[in-house]
């Protein structure tokens, strides 16, 4: 269960002393102490680590080893230093003075990114079906952690039949919980690893029965994390489908790669102590790279009081790629996972749609959008909820229906902008008030599509406002909700969805957030059966785009075993398209605006083009730490995060705009402004690069050299992108700066984005 071998010992004590101790816990909660790299290593060490964590709690516990022991959480000692202990906030501030203390912050529970978790049972998309086929012979040695809410290892999607031998390098475990119990959990050649952290998740939750534990061990009990897994790595099912929907093959962008399931989350949320316990087991365990389908609310916290950023920059360092997702908050800034060593991704669109119709009884058809596949016989009278009311109006709660109004009607409910209430449970609202069925007007638009309670279909503001014309214009309005079917080429795709969150970055808007995007909106991907006995389900969210490019990732490694992980995350962003199929710009639903690198960062992912980049742009571990020198960190806390005895040496030049990023963002243009960026080729040796800009509106980009010329694999050249303001735009602008090369396919872009 614990992170290592001690803290078991620690967590056992916890749990006797917190029963004889529970008055106290309103002044006292569970808090990170994060101190950076540290001592590494070996088992001499993790001695030594175990005693200072314990000299430092009896410290502050007013030298008692026994509260210091019964406040303890987890040790981290693996990919860095650090521990999670139960105190309060004075205790909190003196071990933040203490020497060797990077930050020190409180457990916060994070959320998985499916958009409002319950609402979405969505439909599935052919992105998978675009994967290229190319030799899948070096998959089997990529292994790909998920830190998610565990994983169903009798999925079809993880058979092992075909796989070889788990690879000898792998050092992770499989912690099986108990046989013949329903948390009993077996590993196999695909999962080979699964894990599960439960001490900050109980400590926070543990009292409250409402929040029961489901499966003390890697299983999953809620769908989410086999889904992502899935996604990223599932293997081929011939006969895939949502209660009928989608039905066809589907597959796992890399279906060959190895699975390790990290279950941090739990049914209420995943707490940052636990987080970061996977994320130093996983670094020790040796994955390849990490898929991480959750994140903070927005506005994010700085980097190095955020389990997720802290766990992923130790990642990056020992050459783990980190993909996450970045959230489903829709609004401008709302994008989160900010932090440059991660691969941040935003949901887009497929072709397919989830389409449920309505029968108005004048003949005329409205196209709605639901997973719900009841068949009703006959139209049936249909009238706005609010005329079901019961005397006083809170909006779809139990109760706020008169069953004797409802009773066989379809009722229009109406969601706005902000509406807390999801639309399942909207619609338990309805079945339970006795009604036949629903029409939902959601203003949101975003085409989510939704397993209803009752025979029931969305539809956006104006089909809303030609349902209510309808209504108004008989006295006997009578509907009838056709059965959902499933709809390819319906819309034009991909377009970016209208809850995936946007930039700029509210943390280093120099660095452009989200990075790249892919298929988040109604995707059909594997289920733990625990949730209404499915195998399959169809969900939304950025939690669904970001395991596409986790797949992508585990094939780019499979190809290139040596590539760094920003050199894997520049092959896919500097490839990625900012065309939709019909060759026009990506737009981004609910309106159909034209989108910016705010909403799709450099485009939608291109899975075949990834694997052929020709060039990248790399970035060591040193770059990040020049990035962070150039952002307000100080060489002390510098040398605790990274272990090194570096100091910040270009403090005034180095900024954020520096980093070697495939993208360039400039949020202060005064006058003019250059930048300096290296591409390395991996493509062929002797290779020639013309530079093509786009400019952003008012700006005049020059770059120097035009021409880059190659004569070898692996050299790196440097070139300057210099920004002169000639009209001063308002506010945030945009362009490309893209290099074509000589090869037929050889192009790759970076958007330049600018603020005068
Ligand atoms: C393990 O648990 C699963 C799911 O609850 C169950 O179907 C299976 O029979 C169990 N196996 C054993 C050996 O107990
Ligand atoms: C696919 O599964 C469904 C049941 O979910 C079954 O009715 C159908 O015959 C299967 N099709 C094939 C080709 O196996
Ligand atoms: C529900 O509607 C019926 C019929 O219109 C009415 O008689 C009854 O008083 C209503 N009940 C409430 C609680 O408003
Ligand atoms: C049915 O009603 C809708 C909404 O009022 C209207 O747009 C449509 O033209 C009508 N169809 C027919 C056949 O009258
Ligand atoms: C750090 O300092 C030690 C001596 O204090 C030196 O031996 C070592 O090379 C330095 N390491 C780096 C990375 O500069
Ligand atoms: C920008 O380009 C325009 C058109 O080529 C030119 O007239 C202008 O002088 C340039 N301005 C700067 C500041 O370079």
């Not at 319950?118 to 052919?126: A, C, V």
């Not at 909820?385 to 005397?391: D, F, I, L, M």
């Not at 065309?579 to 291109?606: C, N």
């Amino acid at each position: 269960m614990a992170a290592s071998p001690g803290t078991a010992v620690f967590f056992l004590v916890l749990a006797l002393v917190l029963l004889g101790n529970l008055r106290c816990c309103s002044c006292s909660q569970v808090y990170v102490v994060y101190m950076g790299k540290g001592l590494q290593g070996d088992s001499d060490h993790q001695h030594d680590i175990m005693r200072l964590h314990h000299q430092m709690l009896t410290a502050v516990h007013g030298g008692s080893s026994e509260k210091a022991q019964a406040s303890h959480v987890y040790t981290y000692s693996s990919g860095f230093q650090g521990f999670a202990a139960k105190l309060n906030k004075e205790q909190a501030m003196k071990l933040a003075e203490m020497p060797g203390v990077v930050s020190v912050f409180p457990n916060t529970k994070r959320r998985l990114h499916t958009t409002h978790s319950w609402d979405f049972m969505g439909l599935s998309t052919n992105a998978e079906g675009e994967v290229p086929g190319l030799s899948t012979k070096n998959q089997e040695n990529v292994i790909v952690g998920f830190i998610d809410t565990g994983i169903w290892p009798e999925s079809p999607s993880f058979r092992d039949h075909g796989m070889p031998p788990v690879p000898k390098r792998w050092r992770g475990q499989c912690q099986t919980g108990q046989a013949n119990s329903p948390s009993n959990f077996t590993c196999n050649r695909k999962i080979i690893g699964g894990r599960y952290y439960l001490n900050g998740y109980q400590t926070e939750e543990g009292g409250s029965s409402k929040n029961a534990i489901k499966f003390t061990s890697p299983r999953d009990s809620s769908g989410h994390g086999s889904h992502t897994a899935s996604i990223a790595a599932g293997r081929f099912v011939r006969n895939m489908s949502d209660r009928g929907l989608g039905r066809g093959g589907g597959r796992g962008g890399a279906p060959m790669a190895r699975i390790a399931a990290y279950k941090t989350c739990w049914d209420s949320g995943c707490y940052d102590v636990d987080i970061l316990a996977a994320f130093d087991d996983a670094i020790r365990d040796g994955v390849d790279i990490i898929s991480v389908s959750l994140g903070p609310d927005y506005p994010q916290g700085d980097y190095f009081s955020d389990a997720i950023s802290i766990g992923s920059f130790h990642a990056t360092s020992n050459g783990i790629l980190v993909v996450s997702s970045a959230g489903n908050a829709g609004r401008q800034g709302s994008a989160t996972n900010l932090a440059p060593w991660m691969l941040t991704v935003a949901a887009g669109t497929t072709d397919r749609s989830f389409v449920s119709n309505i029968r108005l009884a004048n003949g005329t058809f409205i196209l709605g959008e639901s997973l719900s596949t009841y068949h009703m016989k006959t139209s049936v009278r249909t009238i706005p909820a609010s005329e079901a009311n019961a005397g006083y109006f809170t909006p779809y709660q139990s109760s706020s229906l008169n069953r004797t109004k409802s009773r066989g009607k379809i009722l229009i409910c109406r969601r706005t902008e902000g509406s807390s209430e999801s639309r399942v449970s909207t619609s338990m609202v309805v079945k339970e008030a006795g009604a036949a069925g629903m029409i939902l007007i959601d203003e949101m638009g975003d085409h989510v599509a939704n397993h209803f309670a009752v025979p029931g279909t969305a539809v956006g503001k104006e089909m809303g406002d030609k349902i209510f014309s309808y209504i108004k214009s008989t006295r006997h309005a009578s509907t009838m909700i056709l059965p959902a079917k499933t709809i390819l080429g319906l819309r034009d795709g991909p377009r970016v969805a209208a809850f995936s969150s946007r930039g700029p970055s509210s943390l280093t808007p120099e660095i452009l957030k989200p990075d790249v995007t892919a298929p988040g909106l109604n995707i059909l991907a594997a289920w733990s059966p625990v949730k209404n006995n499915m195998l399959f389900n169809i969900l939304s969210g950025t939690s669904m785009a970001c395991p596409h490019v986790t797949g992508i990732a585990a094939l780019v490694k499979s190809v290139y075993p040596s590539w760094s992980p920003s050199a894997i995350k520049s092959a896919i962003m500097t490839t990625a398209t900012v065309l939709d199929k019909k060759r026009r710009t990506i737009a981004t639903d609910p309106y159909g605006k034209v989108a910016t690198p705010f909403d799709f960062g450099s485009g939608f992912m291109d899975p075949i083009k990834a694997l052929n980049p020709g060039m990248i742009f790399d970035a060591q571990p040193e770059d990040y730490r020049s990035f962070l020198c150039g952002t307000r960190h100080d060489d002390h806390s510098l040398h605790l995060i990274t272990g090194d005895n570096g100091t910040c040496t270009h403090r005034a030049s180095s900024s954020a705009t520096a980093l070697n990023y495939p993208s360039i963002t400039i949020p202060h243009l005064k006058k003019s402004y250059s930048v300096t960026r290296a591409m390395t080729n991996v493509g062929n040796p002797r290779s020639a690069y013309r530079a093509v800009v786009s400019a952003p509106r008012g700006i005049n980009v020059t770059v120097t050299p035009e021409v880059l010329n190659f004569e070898n694999y692996g050299v790196k050249k440097t070139f300057t992108v210099s920004f002169h303001v000639h009209v001063p735009p308002r506010g945030y602008v945009f362009g490309s700066l893209s290099w074509h090369g000589n090869g037929r396919d050889a192009r790759l872009t970076m958007p330049l984005v600018v603020k005068v």
